[in-house]
């Protein structure tokens, strides 16, 4: 599987910003997909995750509320919809993908990576 993401940039601070991530290949409804992200300096983060059917979702504390993982099977992509940005969420976004239907939290548990977006956060 071959992930392409996309939708990222420049933002204030309050401000919303869509990512999107197309997948190649079949059976893309039975895979889990997941976001994490990596600021300057820092580790990779788990950011949000959903089901292959969409039906389960999870997302880290510090994006509960604010970020919305969706996706379109029949359109084999992902969304992370980030709303009420902040500048601690700049960062490049990967999405991954898992060979299961569950997500999980952890970037080792994923299969394939996307090449990343960056989205910076301005105060």
Known sequence: ???????GGLA?????LRL???A????FSSKAMGWFRQ????????VAAISG???STYYADSVKGRFTVSRDNAKN??????????????????CAVRSTILPSTKPTEYNS???????TVSS
């Open 1 to 7: 599987v071959q992930l392409q993401a996309s939708g």
């Open 12 to 16: 204030q601070a309050g401000g919303s």
């Open 20 to 22: 999107s991530c197309a």
């Open 24 to 27: 190649s290949g079949r059976t």
């Open 39 to 46: 600021a300057p300096g820092k580790e990779r983060e788990f």
């Open 53 to 55: 059917s969409g039906s």
């Open 77 to 94: 992509t992902v969304y992370l919809q980030m709303n009420a940005l902040k500048p601690e969420d700049t960062a490049v976004y990967y």
């Open 113 to 119: 990576w996307g090449q990343g977006t960056l989205v």
